[in-house]
Structures are given as C-alpha cells and as structure tokens.
C-alpha cells in the first residue's frame, strides 16, 4: 500500500473505522487478486491525489472564464491545462473533459449531433457494442431508432460488407463504432468512407483502445471520426471519466450538449486527474506499457488457445480478449465463478456465435503492476488448470496471492 493510501486510510480510521475496514478491505484484494476486468486498471499515486484533493470542493458549472460560480480561478487553470493536454495527445482541434463517464460522454455526442427519432447504426449489443448503443434498456434505445451491424459468425471479424449494406439501406444519420468487447483494430478509414458516402456523422466509441491510441499501440480514431468520445479509465489509467474530442466546427455545440444540455457543475477533483493522467500518458514510458499490454495480451491469448479455449477472431490487436472455455467443459458464467473463487477477477460477455456466455479478460492492470509475457504465459495454464478442474481452486489462490504479491499495485 501506498504512503498516500496509509494516509488516508488513517484518518479514515479514525473518524469512521467501518469505512476504512471498507477502503482497507478492497485495497487487500485489489493487491492480492488479479485485476482481468478489461475496463480496469492501476491509476497512479498523482492522479489518486488529484482525485482525493480540495478541488472536490469546488463548484465550478460552465466552462474556463465563463462560469456560473466565483473563485474558479485555480480550477479554471486545471480544466485548461486538461483540455490542452487532451488535444495534444491525440491530435484534436478540440476537447471537452468534462463527461462524468464514457456514457455521458455518447449522451452528449448524441444529443450534439441528433433529435429524438434518427436513425443510428451500431455495432449490436449482442456482438459487443455498448448499452448506450441502442439497447432498449438505456436512454439510446428509447430515443433513437438504432440499426445493428455484427460481426462474421466465424471469424469474429466485423462484418464491413453488412455495416456498407445497412448504411446504404438504412441511410443513418450516425454511425457509431466502438465497442466493449472486439479486440481488433477498427478501420476507421472504411467507417468514414461509408459515413461521407451516405451523408451520416461517424462517431468513434472508443472508450476501450484511447490508453494504446495515447500510447502508439492502436489507430487514432481522431482524424476520421467526427466526434470521439472515450473514457479516461480503462487502459489509459486516468480517473473514471470520460472524454470527447471533435473538430473545432463542432466545439460549440459539444460543449453545450455536456454543459447545460446533458449534466451541470464540472467534477473539478477528476478532471485535474485527468489532466495529470494526460500528462503521464504523453510519456516515452507510457508508451512503453501500452505496447506491452498488447505484447501481454497476445501471449495470454496464444495461451488459452494452447489450452483449448477458442480464443474470439483467434487473438487480439488489443489489451482485449474474449474466448468461450466450452470446449474445457464449462460456460462463461460457471467459469467466471471458479476463476473468482481462484483470485481471477473477470468477466463474461455475449459471443458472435451462439447463446452461450464467454469471458471477457484484458491486460491493462497486471501490466501496470509490471507484469510481463512470461507471467501471462503462467497464467494462461493457471486458469485453464482451474476450469479444467485438475487445480483445486484454494490451489490456485495461493499461487495468484504469491504471484501478486511479487508485482504490487502500489510498491512502498
Ligand atoms: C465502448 C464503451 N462505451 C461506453 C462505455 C461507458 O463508460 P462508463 O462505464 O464510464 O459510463 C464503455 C465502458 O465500458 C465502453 O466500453
């Protein structure tokens, strides 16, 4: 644990003990499991201070030099230095940062780009895109009239020829790519083709690759999409937050589909988290680590093919992988159960073929806690021993807990 976490945790402690057995609680498994939730990771220490700073005080609804509140000079500056960090890492005419989340941050590239109605073709739920992608359960299914493409059966791939066929047919006013689960490359460059073709604005979802776009590790969807929109989580390590980028001809009317349209006061605390988040992803050392969470993911991969799990579209691009463990005699869902009582902590998710559930595991924060190829080599047989039922799970524990134990979250 960290000097910063000690802290904390002491003050805690002394004004509300079953609190800090809480933090405390959650530090202790965090730093004993194995985090292989794809959207998750290990911020750093700088931007926990951020995050855990006076800023949380501060009122501040509006935007740098027009806001609603008095005393924003200080936090002014942070948002600036944010957004200007922003647009230099990705190359981006403009950057609004201050989305809630990556869904807040689709709610308002929608509610910039669309009225109640349109047509928005999407990758479907079922091969990977996100709630905020038309699913009947959230704002985007209820208001707008969403399309689905999918992914080829067999290959896992997206299926471009559908996606060229449904704009054609459909004639959407958006077309939206992303998702939560392809580990592949998008082409972005076919997504803008067929968006100029039918006259629809291209919206990149790209919550899960931003931390490898920041790092050199995966396309920029900035230079085709109209707007992007991302989280500042996930790979990219910064607070939980989201982000959206476009070009200085939409600034405007982003800015004011973030604030007033869709959210009011600014999180300052998080967005000067990410503008520290910002800053360290613009470092030759994070460049380094999104391109060995790629290098981390690749092995895993291999790995769990080797073991007989059929492993999505037969690898990953990304730090991003699915498989379905059936052919070990277990569904996504049982074996998300075993894996958790091992200290594998992941998760299930929708596969392109069939109804059967698969896991859904990513690499960013073992990478993070300076995990290499051959820990994910080790890994790969662990897990397969686990659901194979030939290591007994308090087993495997035991062989995770040492395993962490050798690669602290927050060394000190
Ligand atoms: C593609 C995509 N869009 C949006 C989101 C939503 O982000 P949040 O959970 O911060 O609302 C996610 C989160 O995983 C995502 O993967």
Not at 45 to 62: M, Q, T
Not at 144 to 173: C, M, S, W
Not at 219 to 248: E, F
Not at 271 to 293: R, S, W
């Amino acid at each position: 644990m960290s000097v910063t976490h000690t802290l904390e945790a002491d003050v805690l402690r002394r004004q509300d003990p079953e609190l800090a057995d809480i933090l405390l609680g959650e530090s202790d498994r965090q730093a004993t499991t194995l985090q292989l939730v794809a959207a998750e990771n290990f911020t750093s220490p700088a931007v926990l201070a951020a995050l855990g700073s006076p800023l949380a005080n501060k009122y501040a609804e509006g935007y740098p030099g027009a806001r609603y509140h008095g005393g924003c000079e200080m936090v002014d500056v942070a948002e600036r230095l944010a957004v200007e960090r922003a647009k230099a890492l990705f190359g981006a005419e403009h950057a609004n940062v201050q989305s809630h989340s990556g869904s807040s941050a689709v709610l308002a590239a929608y509610a910039a780009l669309l009225r109640p109605g349109d047509t928005v073709l999407a990758l479907g739920l079922p091969y990977g895109g996100h709630l905020t992608h038309g699913s009947p359960a959230n704002f985007s299914g209820r208001w707008f009239d969403f399309v689905g493409y999918g992914v080829d059966a067999e290959t896992g791939l997206i299926d471009y020829d559908q996606v060229r066929t449904l704009a054609r047919n459909h004639r959407p006013k958006a077309i939206v790519c992303g998702s939560i689960a392809y580990p592949r490359h998008i082409d972005y460059a076919f997504f803008r083709d067929i968006a100029d073709e039918v006259g629809a604005y291209l919206i990149a979802d790209a919550a899960h690759p931003m931390g490898l776009v920041a790092g050199g590790a995966a396309p920029n969807p900035v230079p085709y999409a109209d707007v992007v929109c991302a989280t500042t989580h996930k790979v990219l390590r910064g607070p939980r937050g989201g982000m959206i980028l476009c070009g200085s001809d939409l600034a405007e009317r982003i800015d004011r589909a973030v604030f007033p349209f869709t959210q009011g006061g600014a999180q300052m605390h998080t967005i000067a988290a990410k503008a520290v988040a910002f800053g360290e992803a613009a470092t030759p050392a994070f460049a380094a680590y999104a391109h060995q969470v790629v290098a981390n993911a690749r092995m895993l991969a291999a790995g769990l093919a080797a073991e007989g799990l059929v492993v999505t579209t037969g690898g990953t691009d990304t730090h991003l992988i699915t498989a379905d463990p059936a052919p070990l005699g277990v569904d996504g869902r049982d074996a998300r159960g075993r894996l958790a009582a091992a200290g594998m902590v992941l998760d299930c998710c929708a596969l392109p073929h069939g109804d059967a559930r698969g896991l859904r595991l990513g690499t960013a924060a073992v990478t993070t806690q300076g995990m290499g190829e051959g820990e994910m080599a080790w890994l790969a047989a662990l897990l397969a021993g686990v659901l194979r039922g030939e290591t007994e799970s308090q087993k495997a524990r035991e062989e995770v807990r040492e395993l962490a134990g050798r690669f602290p979250p927050y060394p000190g």
